[in-house]
């Protein structure tokens, strides 16, 4: 295991500095929404989704029933559902570990365990799982950094919460760069501003999911040629 | 906090069996791969893009754009999050540089 851990430690340094650095921020809004190190700690445990616990947080000033949570959850997290596809081999060969390793397989750490193999004389089962308790652990550490952080410095945290609307620009500008067609990204826009101007700002979750959802389909046999294209042109490269 | 300890744990528990319920799905389902059915495939490939573009909205659902500080505040930290993403495209610099401006704006000239 020693042997697996010092293997594994570098190829995950990446991962630790940015993990880390949006745990802190994570664990200071959920510090300022009133949850202590506690509870940073227990959602980073049990829940482990970068993206998805800044979301989380506005949940915890009430307003949203669980059904509306769940639905938002699923959809945020949607694409997690192919991750787990490159590795049923891999994984399938270490056990009941295997529920640990899907259960741990963030954008990070799938991306990460895509590109390394470990070295000769390191067995791959242990390797793929102190690969993946390692990154954890960093998620884990920076936001209970983050909270204690928090319930120590008493600053004035006004507008701090705009973190979350900017990392989630950071994500969209991003993809926007890497997809070649911008009709997904537009159609998400469009059908939340149409929701949010028709129903307003409590209730608007649910409606642009669904809206989103059918426009898409309804667009499919567009969009999904363009899609085509850019896998063919990423494969030539 | 504005939830009981029950509720809150409740919403933990939610997100968390979600989560693990989708990271957990390919060894459910698809023994084999290559079997994916393609509106799976496809959905998987147009959401993300679409759910960030929603949830920007969610953000910044609470604007009022009639009335006084009209939105401004969050216009010019957007701006300023794109141009330093633009500039640098550095995920870090963006979010805390957009956010500081954020809390010097609404802290100090949008009080």
Known sequence: MKNAIKAAFPYTIPVMLGYLS????FGLLFENAGYNFIWAFCISLLVYAGAMQFIAVSFFSGGLGLIQIAVMTLVVNFRHIFYGLSFLERFGKMGFKKWYMAFALTDETYSLLCGIKPPENVDDKKFLLCVALLNQSYWIAGSVIGALAGSMITFNTQGMDFAMTALFLVIFLDQWKAYRTHIPAL??????????????PANMVIPSMVLIVI????MRKAVNPMLEEEREEGGEK | MTLSVGESAMIILVISAVTFGLRAAP?????RSGRIPKVIVY?????????MGML???CLKNIRLVQNPYGIPELI?????????????NNLLSIIGGTAVYMFLVQFVFV
Do not use: D, E, K
């Not at chain 1, 159609?187 to 307003?200: D, F």
């Open chain 1, 22 to 25: 949006i745990g802190i921020a």
């Open chain 1, 187 to 200: 159609t998400g826009l469009v059908c939340s501003i149409a929701v949010l101007a028709a129903v307003g």
């Open chain 1, 215 to 218: 426009s898409l389909m309804l």
């Open chain 2, 27 to 31: 060894f459910l389902l698809f023994s």
């Open chain 2, 43 to 51: 959905l998987g490939n147009v959401l993300p893009p679409a759910v």
């Open chain 2, 56 to 58: 920007i909205i969610y």
């Open chain 2, 77 to 89: 930290a957007v701006t300023a999050v794109i141009g330093l993403h633009l500039w640098r495209r």
